[in-house]
């Protein structure tokens, strides 16, 4: 496993072979058809006017299960939760060197027609994250905090991916590709061919592509790991889970989820308690909390960063540069309840010259290649002299 956080942080990916055994295929081929029947059900009777009989089955370019977990209604069809939490969740704590959890269920499907291919991107929202260079810094000083997978259960061969590409911002030649046709192979690109059974787990920082959303048959389960407890706080902190499905696992698989939830709720507390020692101006709690938060002593100011964005949503729960502003958190759901609209305020005067260092400034600017719209926040480089003591030194 050793090799294996060594190449996602050369290289930003790995890929496993026969994550699923050959004599497993079947069963949980069929496991997984059992909920994309009840998801395809879902979609027929919640199509619009005009649309056909199977509604976004049809319509969608990349039909997609979400939280499937949520669908999973027998113990049999726990099966495919539990695969979750099996090998892939194994190998993807050894590489991050911390318990870890899944953050959502995914599954991605064919489409009924050809839609050719998609565009290349990082999985990166400058608006409700942080630079890409500061979070590539901290990948490569304190490791990864979060992992996607893509486990095929039929041959697959869409994702490409530019090996190297998490540890660096775009080329020029790349954004001049990216400018010109986001939809062809990249310089150097790479085509990840897997084989039934097998999984690419990689870091979603790394410049990616779906390269043919064809009717060709496609199931290949998507998900994500997060950490907990490692040294760096993940920019991907959600635990999105759609019910509980603990009722039809297993009992090591459910005592599992319920030990996921406990480390998410300590995780909520230990951030309450940094924000009300920001709302109280006690800069040595506020500190212990985001040491506890980011035990990695380089770049701290990142996961600054990313306690800011949380604290936007929490405050302002939308923004007016993005709609589905922070899909990546979950925690204001826990924390909101917690403090008054007036603790809100005084938590956001604390961040709001955080959050205008972090908007460029020449104004609105985009990189292509990343999964949003031009915004008037930093895609690539971090604010010049930033720091945790200036940030603390401001409140006073």
């Known amino acids: 496993m050793d090799d294996d956080r060594f190449q996602i942080q050369e290289s930003g990916f ?27 059900q879902v979609w027929a009777q919640s199509r619009g006017p005009g649309d056909p009989t199977g509604g976004a089955w049809e319509t969608s370019a990349q039909p997609r299960l979400g939280t499937f ?18 090998r892939p ?28 291919p998609a565009a290349w991107h990082r999985d990166i929202h400058p608006i409700d994250q942080a630079p890409v260079s500061g979070l590539q810094q901290d990948l490569l000083a304190n490791g990864p905090g979060y992992l996607q997978w893509n486990l095929a259960l039929h041959d697959d061969d869409v994702l490409w991916v530019v090996p190297g590409s998490h540890r660096r911002p775009n080329t020029a030649e790349e954004n001049e590709h990216l400018t010109e ?39 290949t389960v998507h998900f994500g790991y997060r950490s907990f407890g490692g ?22 698989a459910c005592d599992l989820w319920q030990e996921h939830r406990r480390l998410y709720d300590a995780e909520c507390d230990t951030i309450e308690a940094a924000f009300r020692a920001m709302i109280a101006k006690d800069a040595e709690a506020f500190v212990q909390g985001l040491t506890s938060l980011h035990p990695g002593a380089e770049h701290r100011e990142v996961c600054l960063i990313l306690l800011s964005k949380l604290a936007h949503k929490l405050c302002f729960d939308t923004h007016p540069e993005r709609p589905g502003y922070g899909g990546d958190f979950t925690q204001e759901q826990e924390l909101a309840p917690r403090f008054s609209a007036a603790d809100l305020e005084q938590l956001w005067q604390r961040f709001a ?36 003591a200036g940030f603390v030194a401001a409140w006073h």
């Not at 040294?231 to 509980?244: E, S, W």
């Open 231 to 252: 040294d760096r706080l993940p920019y991907v902190l959600g635990m999105h889970r759609r019910g509980d499905a603990s009722q039809y696992l297993g009992r090591s």
């Open 181 to 219: 046709d986001p939809r062809r192979p990249l310089p150097g690109a790479l085509q990840v061919e897997l084989s039934a059974g097998d999984g690419v787990v990689y870091t979603n920082l790394i410049l990616h592509w779906g390269s043919n959303y064809s009717p060709t048959r496609r199931r």
């Open 353 to 388: 010259a955080l959050d205008e260092l972090l908007k460029s400034p020449d104004g609105e600017q985009y990189v292509p290649g990343y999964q949003s719209g031009p915004m008037s926040y930093r895609f690539e480089n971090m604010p010049e002299g930033l720091s945790l």
């Open 14 to 40: 790995v890929i496993v072979r026969g994550v699923i055994p050959p004599h497993e295929l079947e069963e949980t081929r069929r496991v997984f058809e059992l909920l994309v029947d009840r998801q395809r």
């Open 89 to 116: 969740l194994e190998i993807s704590r050894n590489i991050m060197e911390a318990p870890v959890a899944p953050t959502q269920f995914m599954l991605m499907c064919n489409p009924t027609t050809d839609h050719g």
């Open 69 to 86: 977990d949520g669908l999973v209604e027998s113990r049999e069809e726990g099966a495919a939760v539990e695969l979750l939490l099996g």
